[in-house]
């Protein structure tokens, strides 16, 4: 070491005051004085934090104890619970959801619904309660995104969650997409009837009879509950009387007729299984005793009618198929049918207004089948919506 330096730092040894630390000393005690109140106000906002979510998770206990018995408590702890968690608080922001449609405020509840960012540590069942809630209530948009998120989740509550967005779906107009989740749930439940007798009642409706009965005849090959069976063996029992296979209508109805006597409509269906066996004595019978058991009604009123005017009974034809029309006007077959009595009984005059009321609810029903395909295709469009709104109005829906 040279001369120079050694000197240099002799000279500023000899100044340093004893006893005072020097400037890297100082610069080291600062550094672990920050390091430490770092650490301290780290400690504090970690101990903070882990202080909130205990509040919060015992508020949103206490929350799901107050749900059942005073759902407005219920919803302030939750908010409460939400708050305390620094405003997400998945399951707590649900809860106040299922408060809030338990006092009926909808709009409240879809705000909060829409709050909640994540459905991950939601609870499936809690979700759909909430869907079935806002079905029971006409709130479709909360049914709707809480039933898919409920869906969303694995487990024994997606076949229930499945058939109330089916029934949605339905409600709205959508049988394709309707059937496609049957088709999705056929195919995440091998086992399951329930998809199938949907799909096949939604292909009825649509006219297309043969995928209804294959559909009908997959469910029943799946073990139904004795009273699915029961309603999906008369749904095809019907479908089978419609499309003129009365041989197999038959076999159908005896399976039926061995579980227990007929009620309802079904009963109805299976006078008129008898006529077309040409055994109008045995289906007029049938049709009064329905009528005896739950009153007259369109249906038994109409088929009683055509019996007659079969039978050549004009007058009592008339008069039941009068009554008919007179309980539902809308019903193309009545009114068909009616036209064809007053023109036996040689009342012209009488027989065209029913003439006329026929050929436009069977114009009406083709036609808004075509309107209800275009407007799947331009939902927008407002004449489309004005005639499909008329003609549903024409057809008393």
Known sequence: MSRSKRSFRDHRSAHRVPGKPSSTTRRYGMK????????????????????????????????RESLSQDPREAERLAELAVENAGGNYPEAQLLRCRALAMTGEW??????????RDFKTCDATDLLVLGESAVQAGEWKVATESLAASLAK?????????????????????????????REWQ??????????????????SRINFASAMHDYRQALQRSPSPALQTEIRSSLAQ???????????????????????LTGKLQLSYAQLLRTEGRNFDALAEIDQHILRNGPSSESLKLRGIIHLDEGHVSEAVRDLKDSVKANPFDIGAQHKLAQAYLQSGDPAAAQPHSDASRKLTDATYRISEVEAQLNSDPSNNDLKQEFASLRALLGK
């Open 32 to 63: 672990t004085l920050g390091l430490t109140l770092l650490g301290l106000g780290l400690c504090s906002f970690l101990y903070y934090q882990y202080s909130s979510r205990l509040t919060a998770r015992a508020d949103y206990l206490r929350a």
């Open 107 to 116: 709009e409240a509840t879809l705000g909060c619904f829409s709050l909640i």
């Open 154 to 182: 694995p487990g024994s509550h997606a076949s229930r969650a499945r058939e109330l967005l089916i029934r949605l779906d339905l409600q709205f107009r959508r049988p394709e997409v309707a059937l496609q989740r049957c």
């Open 187 to 204: 195919t995440a439940e091998p086992a399951a009837a329930v998809p199938w007798a949907i799909s096949g009642d939604i292909n009825t």
């Open 239 to 261: 479908l089978l009387i419609h499309t003129g296979e009365t041989v197999v209508a038959r076999r159908e109805f005896d399976k039926l007729i061995s579980a227990g006597p």
